[in-house]
């Protein structure tokens, strides 16, 4: 695999990712299925992995989508999708890192201190920081925000609290609920 071909894979598939997610946050319907995934109140690495099934499916829908355009192999999706799994582990890791270490490694990826900012119950800082590895869509595209230094972040949704919106049932409804 030439390491160009693969470089231009992961950078494509990053926007497509960045692309998803903005969307997902702007067109109320798929709003409805990502609110699965931003309704946990404490954000850890867990949170990586709630998703609503149909998030899942439009998520692979556009890498699917981009892969092929793109005629990218199959070996360079898989490093993406790798490198994508283990960074939103990073990005949602219930971790403080050295501030001077986040601020250097945000320059290039999305750091656990500016992806918190993202699950903010403020809706403002909700729409921003959408980078899923690499940071500079969010300055590109004009939807970073910084973190504040020693500022604690609310996570979550106001509507999302109670215990049975939490279970799993209350998890696989929660889009299809007024």
């Known amino acids: 695999m030439a390491w160009a ?15 998803a ?31 609503h099934p149909l998030e899942t499916l439009w998520r692979f829908a556009f890498l699917l989508a981009a892969a092929q355009a793109l005629g990218a192999s199959s070996r360079a999706v898989a490093v993406y999708l790798a ?5 939103a582990q990073l ?3 219930h971790v403080t890192l050295p501030p ?3 601020r250097a490694l945000r320059v290039v990826i999305a750091t656990p201190a500016m992806h918190r900012v993202h699950h903010s119950r403020v809706p ?7 980078s899923n590895i ?5 300055r590109a595209f ?3 925000r910084p973190p504040q230094a020693g500022s604690a972040i609310a996570t979550g949704l106001d509507d999302c609290d109670a215990p049975a919106r939490q279970r799993t049932s209350g998890l696989l409804t929660l889009p299809f609920q007024a």
């Open 124 to 130: 403002r800082e909700t729409d921003s920081n959408y």
């Open 142 to 144: 004009r939807t970073y």
């Open 21 to 51: 997610h903005v969307l997902m946050h702007k067109l109320p319907p798929a709003w409805r299925f990502h609110r699965v995934h931003h309704s946990d109140p404490r954000v850890d690495v867990t949170t990586a992995f709630r998703q």
């Open 91 to 93: 990005e949602h890791a």
């Open 5 to 19: 071909s693969l470089a231009i894979t992961i950078v494509v598939l990053d926007g497509t990712t960045f692309l």
């Open 83 to 87: 490198w994508s799994a283990l960074n």
């Open 100 to 102: 001077r270490l986040d």
């Open 134 to 138: 690499f940071s500079f869509w969010d």
